[in-house]
């Protein structure tokens, strides 16, 4: 009877596992400039190892649905790092619109709508600064197989 | 190994360094990481998923700011010494650093070379060279060791040469070099910063070149006062420590031509120093502390200063010496 439970317990813990089938990976870059052998500057993409203040970091997060079954109502979402002061969305994938947070992740919405309150407790609009929560909000459905990034950069103070 | 030994040695010194919340970069050492969240719907389930977790580390900049802080010109008379240039050091990096520093009055541009002389701390912190007690630099061995965003006042001295005449200006310069490294921006030192966190060199190569410049004047007075400090530590030697003894001289000289009547001399007893009572003498005859009828007092005429009145100093007649005693507190 005990044992009945457990391998069903077991079952459903292997089933939502099964269907939870969208995965995320995070990568950190910096851009630096090489020159090649003809003399032209080239921009290229480096994991950000290490770091100093006043350096930019591209945040990648790639996404792939490796499931079987469609996902709906996707949104991915990334605090601002500390230490760190949002720059610009990098990329967004077709379809999704981006909200940001500039009170800790409460209240997500586009950033011109956001504001924070000055040293007197009056709201005043939201800044780069200000903001501690990138979001991106899917449209569309994520098909089996469907993959892609989002990105945004963020300056280390 | 060698800068580690020569940091340990500088620590023992404890300068009083300020520390003021200035650029604030992050810390050196600082773990950076990031991690994303994804919510769906799967045929009715919600599910949540997070990244990996991204780490990046804060490398130390290696940068600084040397800004020479007379307003102007330091105003000397021909033949004086060790006048003092102050500059101000500022850590402007995300971790602490040593430098090392050298004068150079040898430079083009002005119309004589002061003669350098040396380079001394601002061991009181008062931002003002006190002949005594702000102690000599000394290369490797008290390099001012800075944490991040702190700084500290540099006194460069040089010897005016005689034969300067009125209106001249001589320039002199102090450079600063980080001790962990210098090089072209961004030269990487692994492992050398901080806490064995990488260092990288910051936008001015890690070392900085500063002027100053003295302008020479007449004297007002005709008279020129040498000041001359000799340090005796309780210990038998001469380290600026607290018990040591100052013996402080003021040498008079007339400069000018003629005879400059009523010379009256004042001294403020330095910071953090006791006047020892009774010390006070004027050509190695006691003076006594009291106002009355001798030449001198020690705080009657002006409250912590001592007020000689040495009378009449001509040209090429013998100079008259005050000298007195304070105690390091």
Redesign the interface.
Known sequence: MNRAIIVTVLVLLLGGVANASVELNTVALTEITTTNETGQEVTSLVPAGKVVPGDEVIYTIHFVNSGTEPASDVVITNPIPDHMVFTKVESSPDGASVSMSADGGSRYDSPRNLTVEDAKGQPRPAKASDFTHVRWIFQNSLEPGAEGNVSFRAQLQ | MRLASRLLLVAAFSLPFVTCAL????PAG?D????????????G???T??????T??????LDLSLVWQDAAPVEVPPGILGQALAFRLTNIG?GSDAYSLVGQSTLGGDDFDPVLANIHLDTNGNSRFDPGIDELYIPGGNDPVLAADAFTLLFLLNDIPPNATVGQLGASMLSAASNTGVGAPGTVFVGAGENGV?A?V?ANGGNLETQGSYRIVALSAQVAILKSAVVADPFGGSQPVAGAIITYALSVIATGTGITNDVVVSDAIPLNTTYNPGTLMLNSTPVTDAVDGDPGDMGGTTPGTITVSIGDVAVGGPGQTITFTVTID
Not at chain 2, 23 to 26: C, F, I, R, Y
Not at chain 2, 56 to 61: G, I, L, Y
């Open positions: 650029a604030d970069g992050t600082t950076i990481t990031s991690q994303a969240t994804i919510n769906y719907t799967i045929t389930t919600v599910y998923e997070l990244s990996n977790t991204v990046t580390s804060v490398a130390e900049v995300n990488d990288m910051g």
